[in-house]
């Protein structure tokens, strides 16, 4: 399995971990940690880019908590229509693209925006694709977040839900390695959630 092989599986994506799927979810303690960590450290003018949108369930608890310039890419056409649906105030005054990160990064201007997060999105990205991590450091312009899935071997890949990979990292490394100092850390059962800002 390539790159492109884990990219046509995200935006092809039905039954469970589908659009519908997260959209009758709704918010969880994930999208409350986000409106905290970044309310505690950026404006509710702050330009924040979501990696991995989906329905936008996190972006919309953000919206209620006043944010007001808010961005989300995600691969799946149809995620971009369930949050259409589901949340039609934040569809109305987001900015939303259906389309690959790979894609969509490298026309960015750097520190495009003030806070980029990521919930197991960039747990998915095909090792022959991680110079995306690159290009995410460079629109990042001084607050990252990561919430991904860190129960594994760093370096192993676990196929799981019909032969998903997802790929285990040291996402402490990965981004200070890249210009970021780690802030922040607290690891879960299965995610670990990660602060870092630009040095």
């Known amino acids: 399995m390539d790159s492109h092989d884990v990219r046509r599986q995200w935006a092809e994506r039905d039954g469970e971990y589908s659009p519908t799927y997260y959209a009758h979810r709704g918010r969880d303690a994930t999208s409350e940690f ?5 309310g505690e450290r950026v404006d509710t003018d702050a330009r924040v880019l979501e990696v991995g949108c989906g329905v936008g ?11 007001t310039d808010l961005t989300g890419v995600d691969v799946n056409d149809e995620a971009i229509d369930v949050l259409a649906e589901t949340y039609p105030g934040l569809a109305a005054t987001g900015e939303f693209h259906a389309t690959t990160i790979e894609d969509w990064l490298p026309d960015l201007a750097d520190g495009a925006f003030d806070a980029v997060y990521s ?3 960039l747990q998915h990205v095909h090792p022959e694709a991680e110079w995306v991590f690159d290009e995410l450091a460079r629109v990042t312009g001084e607050w990252l977040v990561t919430v991904e899935n860190e129960s594994g071997e760093f370096g192993a890949v676990n196929y799981v839900d019909d032969g998903v990979p997802l790929y285990y990292r040291d996402w402490e490394r990965v981004f200070t390695t890249r210009g970021f100092e780690q802030v922040a850390t607290s690891p879960g059962r299965r995610d670990t959630r990660r602060v870092f800002r630009r040095e």
């Open 34 to 38: 986000l409106r905290t960590a970044l």
């Open 119 to 121: 919930v197991e999105t």
């Open 57 to 67: 369930r996190h972006l919309a608890e953000l919206a209620d908590a006043g944010f």
